[in-house]
């Protein structure tokens, strides 16, 4: 069974800086993207950032210059660096990988979120 364990959620200060963990299972043969989407109450869940073995690393205009996302593809992991943090920030975290499991079908995987606050 997929298992995808998110770590370092919290809250913070404006201004402040956190760094979210995700520990991917090997049952992921081929990972192809890894990244990280949040959801605010009463918002959509969007992409905050992820990194594609085809089109490399994006992020979301709202974030492109204070969050880094980084992978250990050793370890199966995704990292994603937090700072600068602003009120609108605040939501659940999840980690998110596409790739190819054992019968090579291709399948989303999602992590149970993890919660990032930030006050002013």
């Known amino acids: 069974q997929v298992q995808l364990v998110e770590s370092g959620g919290g809250s913070v200060q404006a201004g402040g800086s956190l760094r979210l963990s995700c520990g991917i299972s090997?049952?992921?043969?081929?990972?192809?993207?890894m990244g990280w989407y949040r959801q605010a109450p009463g918002k959509e869940r969007e992409l905050v950032a992820d990194?594609?073995?085809?089109?490399?690393?994006s992020y979301a205009d709202s974030v492109r210059g204070r969050f880094t996302i980084s992978s250990d593809s050793a370890k199966n992991a995704v990292d994603l660096q937090m700072t600068s943090l602003k009120p609108d920030d605040t939501a659940v975290y999840y980690c998110?990988?596409?790739?190819?499991?054992?019968?090579?079908?291709?399948?989303?995987?999602w992590g149970q979120g993890t919660q990032v606050t930030v006050s002013s």
């Open positions: 990194i594609s073995v085809s089109t490399g690393t």
């Open positions: 998110y990988t596409q790739g190819r499991d054992r019968y090579n079908l291709l399948q989303d995987y």
């Open positions: 090997r049952d992921v043969f081929t990972i192809l993207v």
